[in-house]
């Protein structure tokens, strides 16, 4: 794992810690959620980072088509760990799977 990796993984595991933690101590969630938002766009320009390839020209159908099977691919999966998983769960997994699904929809 190179640094950007780790630090992105540590930075995503950061934010869901202060997400728990701001749940948990409702009390101090103002003073968390600065600290939280700045793991995320951390996180974020991680992403665009590790994620990102050479500038190059590509055919926008084929790119759209892509992320269309991407975003299909991920509402499948939520959709089967949500009828796997405990109530609790499966409503965050159903939530999850149904903007998956609306978000390959977005890309017809």
Not at 10 to 29: K, Q, T, V
Not at 67 to 93: K, W
Request: glycine share 6%.
């Amino acid at each position: 794992m190179n640094a950007l990796t780790e630090q992105l993984t540590l930075s995503a595991d950061l934010a869901g810690r202060y997400s728990a933690a701001m749940r948990d101590l409702p009390g101090h969630a103002d003073r968390l959620r600065h600290l939280r938002d700045e793991h995320i766009s951390h996180l974020i320009a991680l992403l665009d980072q590790t994620c990102a390839g050479p500038a190059q020209a590509r055919d926008a159908g084929a790119v759209l088509r892509e992320l269309r099977e991407l975003e299909d691919t991920a509402a499948l999966r939520a959709g089967q760990a949500c009828l796997a998983a405990p109530d609790a769960e499966a409503i965050l997994l159903g939530t999850i799977a149904a903007a998956l699904a609306a978000h390959g929809e977005a890309l017809t």
